[in-house]
């Protein structure tokens, strides 16, 4: 890789990958966080019960 070539591309480069690791982190961290599980996962049964015993 030329010197000249390399001044263009590792900047570029780097700021395209500093300005995805935010997203990336948004979508794969809080998203299924939110939502209790990743989109498209089947719900987790729910063990509790269904009336109110009293």
Request: proline share 11%.
């Amino acid at each position: 890789m030329t010197p000249s070539l390399r001044a263009i591309v590792l900047p570029f480069f780097s700021v395209v990958i500093a300005a995805l690791v935010p997203v990336a982190l948004a979508a794969f961290l809080t998203i299924p966080f939110n939502l209790g599980g990743h989109p498209g996962e089947a719900p987790a049964a729910d063990v509790s019960a269904g009336q109110h015993m009293t």
